[in-house]
């Protein structure tokens, strides 16, 4: 593959390897120091760019070493962050370990002091980013909760997105990292090393990170990647965080991310 001249200059004939765990849609290039990230979306990799530079000091976040765009395509280069996956089977052996350190992840994420904050992510941007997806043909039915769309639930996306304009719940504003799941956070030395994929990242409801947190601890130990934790209640994740939360706001915002 052919690198834009300047990245080619950063990561030269260092060796790489591909990641196959994430689902973003973009190619991931592994170096040993950096991360290549390659796509076709202009506005979300600058966006991305843009959050990682203004979150510098204030979260563990990647350096980003170059933003590049050239015949169409994007080029996001960053640094590697330290540590492993929250998903990595050496971390999913011991489940209560793996709650903490995501309560500790919510906790640090919802701290960021917002002031100066040009990144929204509210439900006037959410919902509107939604309809695009929806009057696009964008949304992967197949790839969502199967109690989401058909019997006894929406009948479309279309339903779905007409509901949750409807049902809209009252929102706090805090800072978050909008796709708060296993793989985007890194541990190291017992502690939370890293956030990964910032794209949607800025102003919204912390809920909206609760629930996918919640969905991504409950798909990680209950079989669907590979290591079951039988019997293991994900509601623990709360009971660490110190609070009983809005069952009806979860699952609102579970709701909104099968549209994206």
């Known amino acids: 593959m052919k690198l834009p001249e300047n990245i080619q200059k950063i990561v030269g004939t260092m060796p790489f390897e591909t990641d196959r765990i994430g689902m973003s849609g973009a190619s991931i290039m592994l170096y ?5 990230k390659i796509s076709r979306d202009d506005f979300a990799a600058r966006r991305e760019a843009g959050i990682m530079e203004w979150l ?4 563990p976040v990647p350096e980003l070493l170059a933003c590049e765009r050239e015949n169409g395509v994007q080029y996001l280069l960053m640094t ?16 209560f370990r793996v709650t903490g350190l995501l309560a500790e992840a919510l906790e640090t994420v919802r701290a960021v002091d917002v002031d100066g904050c040009p990144f929204r ?27 989401t769309f058909g019997p006894g639930g929406f009948r479309d996306p279309e339903h779905l997105l007409m509901w949750l304009e409807d049902n ?4 706090e504003t805090r800072f978050t990292h909008g796709d708060m799941c296993l793989p985007n956070l890194f541990t190291e030395n017992g502690r939370i090393s890293g956030f990964l994929d910032l794209g949607g990242a800025g102003l919204g409801d912390p809920y909206r990170d609760y629930s996918i947190a919640r969905r991504s601890l409950q798909d990680n130990l209950d079989g669907h990647h590979g ?27 579970a709701l ?3 549209l994206f």
């Open 32 to 36: 040993p120091d950096s991360v290549l």
């Open 56 to 59: 510098r000091g204030k979260l």
């Open 80 to 95: 590697r962050l330290p540590g492993k996956m929250l998903c990595d089977k050496a971390v999913l052996t011991d489940p």
């Open 121 to 147: 992510a509210d439900l006037d941007t959410e919902l509107a980013v939604a309809r695009q997806h929806v009057e696009r043909g964008e949304v992967d039915v197949e790839n969502t909760d199967p109690a």
């Open 168 to 171: 809209r719940p009252k929102e």
């Open 227 to 253: 290591h079951a934790c039988p019997g293991f209640d994900v509601g623990a994740l709360f009971d660490v965080m110190g609070f009983s939360p809005d069952r009806e706001k979860l699952r609102y915002y």
């Open 256 to 258: 909104l991310d099968e």
